[in-house]
């Protein structure tokens, strides 16, 4: 098969499938997809999943510890997916960071990208599913996750590897009347409260002096900063603490996974109306329960939060899609590393502030040619 028409991997994109689930292994630049073949290997799967992510060509050639037949050869010819290409590609250190080579781009061995702009670049579905076994962009995504008997070490590996639907457009999710509800375009979040906050304001002015309003909204806003980074570090990146069954896994991809699996959907950027009423009650009761002693306090406080969370939503969203001012620039280029470069690091969306103080902030990766 010639291979202009396979696609072509970087040494660490091959390195990563090493288990049961997902096992290539490659001889020379030839890359092999031998997972269906794991359970069938007549000397037992460990001894193939041994070898996953690795060259096979010194024990195939091995006629004293591991002698194999012409069928083998046949079998190894059936799954060929792709062929290794050293530009570009990483390769793991001892302590399964990667690192580049000299002359070449950085690519980071977990997500599979190197810089922004891959993360515009539009995924063969086919090719995608072929390549990974994991979901059909084609097909609703929610029942192929609930039903895919994916371990969580599988999901989570493949769903923090940004895919990108064709042309920009969302891909199906429920695939059903509910597919509207899990979409929200942008605008929509200042629409619909910002009026609440500035009627809360106008109630909480009421009962206090406009000055002590200003402090106790200030305070509210500098208060969902840190919200913003407890909420991204410890519930949607919960996950080397989810339990490894089909309902948390499902649940993880339904309040965050999807995003990082479609970084650039634009009608799944911003939060739907319906989640944030479900995270903001507890906050309303907790501003209450602080700041028992004024009802006015405390609802400016909680208005300043809401305020907070609008700008932390059109933020997220313009960091995006939108070219930002010059100042904004190097806060866009840390959150999209986020996305392509590591998603366990680099939580301040609005601000780096709080990813400073708890040792979370994102370095620059290995800068190459």
Not at 245 to 262: A, D, E, K, M, Q
């Amino acid at each position: 098969m010639p291979s202009r028409t396979l696609p072509t991997f970087s040494r660490a994109e091959v390195e990563s499938h090493n288990s049961a689930d997902s096992c290539y292994v490659t001889i020379g630049n030839r890359v092999y997809d031998v997972t269906d073949f794991v359970d069938d290997h007549p000397g037992g799967g460990s001894l193939v999943v041994e070898y996953a992510g690795k060259d096979v060509t010194d024990i195939l050639n091995d006629s004293t510890s591991h002698e194999h037949s012409e069928a083998a050869y046949e079998v190894l010819d059936d799954s060929l997916v792709g062929f290794v290409t050293e530009k570009g590609a990483s390769h793991s250190s001892a302590n399964g960071s990667a690192t580049a080579d000299k002359n070449d781009t950085y690519v980071h061995p977990r997500t599979g990208m190197s810089c922004e702009e891959d993360l515009s670049k539009d995924t063969d579905p086919n090719m995608d599913y072929k390549k990974h076994k994991f979901l059909d962009l084609t097909k609703p995504l929610l029942l192929q996750v609930w039903n895919g008997g994916f371990s969580k070490d599988f999901y989570l590996d493949q769903v923090h590897r940004p895919r990108h639907y064709k042309g920009g457009a969302s891909a199906p999710l429920f695939g059903n009347f509910l597919e509207p509800l899990s979409k929200t375009p942008w605008w929509v979040i200042p629409t619909l409260w910002l009026p609440f906050v500035a009627f809360g304001l106008y109630q909480a002015a009421e009962g206090l002096p406009v000055l002590n309003v200003a402090g106790y909204w200030g305070f509210g806003v500098f208060l969902w900063t840190f919200i913003e980074y407890i909420l991204h570090r410890f519930l949607f990146h919960l996950d080397g603490y989810l339990p490894d069954n089909r309902v948390f896994l499902t649940l993880h991809f339904l309040l965050h996974g999807i995003h990082h699996y479609l970084p650039m959907d634009k009608y799944r950027l911003v939060m739907p109306p319906i989640l944030l009423v479900v995270l903001a009650t507890p906050f309303w009761h907790l501003s209450h329960a602080v700041f028992s002693y004024s009802w006015y306090a405390a609802t400016a406080v909680f208005c300043g939060g809401i305020f907070g969370y609008i700008c932390y939503d059109l933020t997220h969203y313009f960091l995006h899609h939108e070219n930002l001012p010059l100042w904004y620039k190097q806060l866009k280029k840390y959150h999209l590393q986020h996305h392509f470069l590591d998603y366990e690091l680099g939580f301040g969306v609005t601000s780096k502030f709080w990813d400073t103080i708890f040792g979370t902030e994102l370095t620059a990766p290995i800068k190459t040619k």
